[in-house]
C-alpha cells in the first residue's frame, strides 16, 4: 500500500487482543486511538482494573479513550471526527454504536463478530454455539450498521468445534482466527476489491447477554447432553450448578450416559467412589465438582466428606 490505513480501533476483553496485536504489528496501519470501556473493580478485593485492550494499547504507547457512553457525547465525536481514520474496527467493545459514529471514517466501520452471521447475533455467539450442539462456528467480519450485527459481510473464516472444546478455549481459537483474517479484510476494502454481501435477515438468529444464574441446571427439565452442552457453554463463566441445602455445587467435569435410565432428579451410587444423576434423558456422572464456599475436588474426595448432602438435592429450587 502506498500510504498507511489511519486506524481507530475498539475493544475492551481478551478476545480483542489478537486483532489489536496484529494491526500494531503491520506497517500498512497506523492506530490513532484505542477506545475501550472504563475500568471496573474486579474480584473479591474489589480492586480497579483496566481492560485487557487498554494494558495492549498502553503497552505500546497508543492513546487511549475511555467514554462513559459515545451516543450523544459531543465532545468525544468531534475528537474522533478530527483524527480523520480511514477505518473504525470494532472487536467486542460493548456497546451499541450510534450511526453518526459510525459513518466518520473514510471506509466505514468494521466488526469482528464471533459467530457464522446472521447466526447468533448479540453479546454470546460462542455460548451460543455450544447450547446448540454446533459441531461448526467461525468469525465474521462485516461491515457495521446501528442496527446489532446486521452489517453486510465482508469475509467468513470457519472453525470445527471440537469435542473437548468449551467456552474458555473456542474464545481463544476464534480470537486468533480473527485476527489472523482481519488485515487482509481491511486491506482490500480500502482498495475497493472487498464486495460486501447483505446477510439473510430471514435467517438471524440471536442471543442473549449471559447472566449468573444462567448456570443453574434442572435435573427434570434438562437431557444429560444439554446439560454437558450447558458445561461447555459456560466454562468458566458462570459455570453449571446444581442447589444442595441452599448451596451451589458446581459441576466442574461430567461424563455423559444416554442411554442410563435413573428418574430425573434421583442420584444413584455406582460405586464407592461414584454417583450418576438422573436428568430428562440419560444421565450424568460427575467427575470434579465444587461446593459452594470449597475448593474444587474430585467426586471420590467430595463423597467422602458430604455423601449425606445428596439426599437433600434440590432439582428445580424456588
Not at 465532545?75 to 454504536?97: C, H, K, N, R
Request: charged fraction near 25%; proline fraction near 7%.
Amino acid at each position: 500500500m502506498n500510504q498507511k490505513l489511519k486506524i481507530i480501533f475498539m475493544g475492551t476483553p481478551d478476545f480483542a487482543l489478537p486483532s489489536l496485536q496484529t494491526l500494531i504489528d503491520d506497517e500498512d496501519f497506523e492506530i490513532l486511538a484505542v477506545v475501550t470501556q472504563e475500568d471496573k473493580k474486579i474480584g473479591r478485593k474489589q480492586e480497579l482494573t483496566a481492560p485487557s485492550v487498554k494494558q495492549l494499547a498502553q503497552k505500546n504507547g497508543l492513546p487511549v479513550f475511555q467514554p462513559q457512553k459515545i451516543k450523544g457525547n459531543k465532545d468525544f465525536l468531534t475528537l474522533m471526527a478530527d483524527l480523520e481514520p480511514d477505518l473504525l474496527v470494532v472487536v467486542a467493545y460493548g456497546q451499541i454504536l450510534p450511526e453518526n459514529f459510525l459513518e466518520i471514517p473514510k471506509y466505514g466501520a468494521v466488526n469482528v463478530h464471533a459467530s457464522l452471521l446472521p447466526k447468533y447475533r448479540g453479546a454470546s455467539p460462542i455460548e451460543a454455539a455450544f447450547l446448540h450442539g454446533d459441531k461448526e462456528t467461525g468469525v465474521t467480519i462485516m461491515k457495521m450498521e446501528e442496527k446489532l450485527d446486521a452489517g453486510p459481510v465482508l469475509d467468513v473464516a470457519k472453525l470445527t468445534i471440537k469435542p473437548e472444546d468449551n467456552a474458555d478455549t473456542l474464545t481463544i481459537k476464534l480470537s486468533l482466527l480473527g485476527g489472523k483474517i482481519l488485515p487482509y479484510v481491511l486491506k482490500d476494502l480500502a482498495e475497493g476489491a472487498m464486495h460486501p454481501i447483505p446477510q439473510d435477515e430471514s435467517k438471524a438468529t440471536f442471543c442473549h447477554k449471559i447472566q449468573k444464574d444462567d448456570g443453574l441446571v434442572d435435573l427434570v427439565k434438562l437431557s444429560a447432553q444439554e446439560i454437558n452442552n450447558r458445561l461447555r457453554a459456560y466454562t468458566p463463566w458462570p459455570s453449571v450448578f446444581l442447589m444442595i441445602d441452599g448451596k451451589r455445587l458446581k459441576l466442574l467435569e461430567i461424563d455423559t450416559d444416554e442411554t442410563m435410565k435413573i428418574q430425573p432428579g434421583i442420584v444413584k451410587e455406582l460405586t464407592k467412589n461414584s454417583v450418576a444423576m438422573g436428568t430428562k434423558l440419560g444421565a450424568i456422572i460427575p467427575q470434579k465438582v465444587q461446593l459452594e464456599g470449597k475448593k474444587p475436588m474430585t467426586i471420590q474426595e467430595f463423597l467422602a466428606g458430604n455423601r449425606l448432602l445428596l439426599s437433600k438435592l434440590l432439582t428445580n429450587p424456588k
